[in-house]
């Protein structure tokens, strides 16, 4: 893992940690990242979420073209 991919998934879970019953997509996370001054492309947003959810930290829901993600019940 990078420096740059570390930074991006802890905002990741620090945004998530601090709403709790907001689900993550895609356009939620490249609007955190365009806070934070991070300019990385959609599939960049799309790929931090899935990565985290296959650390078993987020949980996916949905079908695929509308795939949300919400913090895994034991973190």
Do not use: C, F, W
């Amino acid at each position: 893992m990078t420096a740059n991919q570390a930074r991006r998934l802890s905002a990741v879970l620090i945004d998530a940690h601090s709403h709790p019953s907001t689900q993550l997509t895609t356009g939620h996370v490249m609007g955190l990242y365009h806070q934070l001054g991070i300019a990385p492309k959609r599939a960049t947003a799309r790929g931090d979420l899935k990565a985290l959810a296959r650390l078993g930290l987020l949980t996916e829901h949905g079908p695929r073209h509308q795939r949300r993600y919400t913090l895994h019940p034991t973190h």
